[in-house]
């Protein structure tokens, strides 16, 4: 069942990274409401809660399977039970399958506001906050296993929310043309948030690195490191066309050149494609052990 744990893991992230990073995109970014941000904003986000609770339920299901055995024996009320109250992985994932139900009702009942915004981002934080007590994030002996989570939240918020801005970003460059200087604007913005994100990302990774892979012998003769190295490596890639794009393709855009929004726009797809090959690479690192 590991496939079905992997597939589900990688399309949860991905639909989290969205529900976080829309709420704040629209209070830090653009702020001025989700049809100035970008269109179709509301059914995306429904979309993407009914895509994140039917991965979550994917992602059970498959544990559930490994945990009896088998997927027949996992359907049990008993084990199901077992499984969703007596397990730190059920409880995490009955406490996140609450946060998105309630993200689903804020969706489809409050009307478009800064407050809707400021609790939609709360609820999609804390559901991706509780992803560390799924995965490694609690590993690490004394005052490490501390550290560790702490960074690992830092590194998963960070990772969510710059990912979802990017879809955001994307959206918004396909109708520039209604406003230029709003479309600066939030260049502005994005570029100053981004720095701060890409730097905790990089501190927050290497602690948490260094936790689970100590030494350069593990990184490289182990699964669990070898899966890390490729992360890394599409991390650094997205660093790159980040770096791209705002020191090459956005001034660009504020010397009124038409066709650094298209370059732009192109490059922040690029930007979000990589982004989800990371995040199919997090999904399959949760399945792996680091070797002790």
């Not at 976080?20 to 830090?28: E, I, M, N, Q, T």
């Not at 409880?91 to 309630?102: D, G, H, K, P, Q």
């Not at 604007?185 to 689970?212: D, E, H, K, T």
Request: hydrophobic share 60%; glycine share 10%.
């Amino acid at each position: 069942m590991d496939e079905l744990i992997v597939a589900s893991r990688a399309v949860h992230f991905a639909a989290l990274a969205l529900l976080l990073g829309a709420p704040v995109f629209r209070l830090a970014i653009a702020p001025r409401g989700p049809t100035r941000g970008w269109p179709a904003g509301r059914a995306a986000e429904l979309a993407a809660t009914a895509v994140a609770i039917v991965s979550a339920l994917g992602w059970f299901a498959g544990v559930a399977a490994g945990m009896a055995g088998g997927l027949a024996d996992a359907v049990a009320p008993d084990m199901l039970q077992t499984i969703a109250l007596d397990t730190r992985f059920g409880r995490l994932w009955v406490a996140r399958l609450a946060a998105l139900a309630a993200i689903l009702a804020v969706q489809a009942l409050a009307r478009p506001a800064p407050a809707r915004d400021a609790v939609l981002a709360f609820l999609a934080g804390a559901a991706t906050a509780s992803l560390v007590g799924t995965g490694h994030g609690l590993a690490g002996e004394g005052a490490l296993g501390p550290i560790h989570a702490l960074a690992d939240v830092t590194h998963l918020i960070c990772a969510m929310g710059w990912l979802g801005g990017l879809f955001c970003l994307a959206q918004l460059l396909l109708r520039h043309e209604a406003d230029a200087d709003a479309l600066r604007r939030v260049l502005r913005r994005f570029s100053r948030i981004g720095y701060w994100a890409v730097a905790l990302l990089l501190v927050s990774g290497c602690i948490n690195g260094v936790i689970l892979v100590p030494s350069l012998a593990k990184l490289v003769g182990t699964a669990y490191g070898r899966v890390l190295m490729v992360k890394i490596a599409l991390a650094l890639v997205m660093v790159a066309i980040a770096l791209v794009n705002r020191f090459r393709l956005t001034p660009r855009i504020f010397a009124a050149d038409a066709s650094g929004v298209r370059a732009l726009r192109l490059s922040v797809v690029m930007e979000q494609g990589t982004g989800l090959l990371v995040l199919a690479s997090v999904a399959l690192l949760g399945t792996i052990h680091p070797v002790p």
